[in-house]
């Protein structure tokens, strides 16, 4: 099994949801398990790595590390999972602090964990957009 932390991207002013999920190799790919409610983790795990500055006037640290972590902080402290979903919010590091940063978790050798990237500054496209026509 293993940990599956996914990418999120949002506004440098808000607090971003990381979405967590626990998974099972069923034979031919990965699945969430939806009878975990036993797994959990410390965010205190979380391993900060590739800081990236979106801005020249960006106050992301050039290289992170848990020395040097980016300016946010997860909260909970603790993350269960409930039918195999779990989540956990990186609080907005606020003004011109926008960048990115990669998230994995320190967890037992059983349960792995990916690499997911958090960033801040940017927003999604709106993609339910089909047709649109402009009148002149």
Known sequence: GRIRLSSA???GLLSLPIPA???YWDGSSYTTSSNDNLSSFATSDLIYSN???LTSISTWPSSCSTASPPPTSPTPASVAFVNGAGKFTLSAPGGDSTGSVDLSLIVPAYLPSNV???TFGI??????????????
């Open 9 to 11: 991207h949002g506004s």
């Open 21 to 23: 999920t626990v998974q």
């Open 51 to 53: 800081c990236q500055k």
């Open 116 to 118: 997911a990237r958090a």
């Open 123 to 136: 927003y999604s496209s709106n993609n339910s957009l089909i047709y649109q026509r402009e009148n002149y």
